[in-house]
């Protein structure tokens, strides 16, 4: 029984200790939640503007990139035979994979839902990374 009262004692001593530092937490999570208030709604209004910043800048890099990097007559369609069953000009190599990343933001921007036609830009942006690749790798 003595234990137990020893050690609620230390216990309640610790506590009283860190009672400070537990306002200090307090108060500073308390300052972020009303931050957070107030940020939540201007976040949620322009979640298609913040969802569409980091697509538009991968478009452009890789567009960028594609057209340092691909030849003049862009083959798709690699057969087994080391040839390209098909060849496309450099400039719808660079932009039809722009336009296609520039529609499904415009069906994003167009409709209710936000992240299904974000995952689909998202996953659009593989189009230039599989032409470079193919391109470059070709075997």
Known sequence: MKQLEQLTAKFSELRQKAQ????KANHGYQKAQAIWKKAKPWVWASRKILLAIPVLWLMLYFARLNW???PD??????????????????????????????????????SRKTVYPWMICMFSM???????VTNIFPS
Not at 20 to 23: A, G, L, Q, S
């Open 20 to 23: 400070p530092y537990v306002e």
């Open 126 to 132: 593989l189009l230039p990374l599989l032409i470079l």
């Open 68 to 70: 340092n990097v691909l």
């Open 73 to 110: 007559p862009v083959g798709l369609n690699l057969q087994t035979t080391g040839e390209y069953a098909q060849y496309i000009s450099k400039e719808l190599a660079v932009y039809g994979p722009m336009g296609v990343t520039g529609g499904c933001l415009a069906m994003m921007f167009l």
